[in-house]
């Protein structure tokens, strides 16, 4: 093993555990290794200004395939740039679809649709939570989805933790459905080309299936949670209507919205790439919203960026160092070129490693091991882009700290004096994991194998 490689390995694992233990900022944990790598692997070990440069891809902006699939194969090494343009495009619009009142307004709605029964609320949210994750980053589904069902717990009287839990689970579950849904799948799909309409026809279909079980398994769980008669006056809850705070920027944020579904979904015909459409719905909300941009500047979310830029330049050093083709090889060997146990080692591995790592990182690190897992054992490289996906998104799911969502949900929670334990959360949660691991297992030796 050479220096370099011993040297990318340390600051991987150092950042790693940092992130772990969650003591320190976790972009400036990236940040700093990230610069380590910089100067300690490829600069002073490999001695290549080249390796630095490849890193930090700032070729990406320049080459015709950044916006445009035509433009010939994209840039995928070190700082995957599509990706960060990408979620800041959507951050900014998400932004704008805030202050309009946007998503309150849409949970207020289901709940006057559903006449305010709780199980029909709590089936109907958890499906909402699935189906908004397919085209927002679970995050922000969540921080407004738990706000409101907290409002909507206080109003009608009953215990909020079940419903925030499985909404929790079900925007994970939802966000494996598309490319946009969850950041690994973006990782994922932006770095091997593939569309939100791949995603849509494969992983969705496996989430559509996976939803029905668990819809059932968490009704039956929480069943006695909505036993309790509806006795509260509906008439004096608050109107669907009461949320639009500006009828005007409501009616432009989700003309923006639906035109940034449309061009996702239809970006593989158009051949627009996700960074072009990111960066075109940035331009539109700020031009719709001329009197609120430096509070939507204000609102996107630096960290996350940031935690990605210093997380490909690390990453970048176990690939061009050959560490993780050290690794696909380990893999391979193991499974002795066995096609099925390859899938199921990494569709289990990346589920068991996201329940207690942020799957953000574990995706990023896992994408160049299947590009090599696919050519050494013959195998399309999109059985094993799908299974990654899976792996990470609902792996994600099983404990309070395995996705970003499911933080963001508990904390949110936790502000508002509804205290999620460990304990009450995994005992509910693991198990619909593991059916849904079980079903994905399934559905891709059905499909592929």
Not at 68 to 78: K, L
Not at 171 to 182: E, H, I, K, V, Y
Not at 345 to 363: E, K, T
């Amino acid at each position: 093993m050479t220096l370099a490689q011993i040297l990318a390995i340390i600051i991987f694992v150092v950042m790693f555990i940092l992130i772990i233990m969650d003591k320190i900022p976790r972009h400036y944990v990236t940040l700093t290794c990230a610069v380590l790598t910089i100067v300690l692997v490829f600069g002073l070990a490999m001695r290549d200004p080249a390796a630095i440069w490849e890193a930090l891809n700032f070729k990406a902006f320049t080459s015709p395939s950044f916006w445009h699939a035509s433009g010939g194969p994209s840039e995928s090494a070190g700082i995957n740039w599509e990706t960060i343009v990408f979620i800041a495009g959507m951050m900014i619009m998400v932004e704008g679809m805030s202050h309009s009142g946007f998503f309150r307004w849409l949970c207020m709605k289901l709940a006057r649709m559903v006449h305010y029964k709780k199980l029909a609320l709590f089936i109907s949210f958890m499906v909402l939570s699935s189906v908004l994750a397919m085209f927002i980053d679970s995050i922000t589904v969540i921080l407004f989805l738990v706000a409101v069902t907290i409002e909507l717990a206080s109003l009608l009287e009953f215990d909020p933790i079940p419903m925030i839990m499985t909404e929790i689970f079900c925007a994970n579950l939802g966000g494996s459905a598309t490319m946009c849904g969850d950041p690994p799948n973006i990782i994922i799909g932006t770095s091997l080309g593939m569309s939100f309409f791949d995603f849509l026809s494969h992983t969705g279909v496996c989430a559509g299936i996976s939803l029905i079980f668990i819809v059932l398994y968490f009704t039956f769980v929480f069943r006695n949670e909505f036993k309790k008669p509806d006795t509260v006056d509906v008439s004096k809850l608050p109107t669907p209507e009461s949320a639009i705070v500006n009828k005007t920027d409501f009616i432009k944020s989700t003309v923006i919205f639906a035109l940034a579904v449309v061009l996702l979904v239809s970006h593989s015909a158009t051949g627009l790439t996700v960074s072009f459409i990111g960066v075109l719905i940035a331009i539109l909300t700020m031009v719709a919203n001329p009197r609120s941009i430096k509070k939507i500047i204000r609102g996107v979310d630096y960290v996350t960026l940031t935690f990605f830029m210093g997380l490909f330049v690390v990453v970048s050093g176990l690939e061009q160092t050959g560490v993780l083709n050290v690794i696909a090889d380990f893999i391979s060997s193991v499974c002795d070129g066995n096609q099925g146990m390859i899938v199921s080692v990494i569709l289990w591995i990346s589920g068991a490693a996201s329940a207690f790592v942020d799957n953000i990182p574990f995706a990023a690190t896992m994408v160049p091991v299947v590009k090599e897992l696919a050519t050494l054992n013959n195998m399309p490289v999109h059985v094993l882009a799908y299974t990654l996906a899976i792996g990470c998104d609902v792996g994600g799911s099983a404990t309070p700290i395995g996705a970003s969502a499911n933080v963001v949900g508990i904390s949110t929670a936790e502000g508002s004096g509804h205290h999620i334990s460990w304990g009450r959360y995994c005992r509910d949660v693991v198990p619909a994991t593991v059916i849904v691991l079980v079903i994905s297992n399934l559905y891709l030796f059905m499909r592929y194998l």
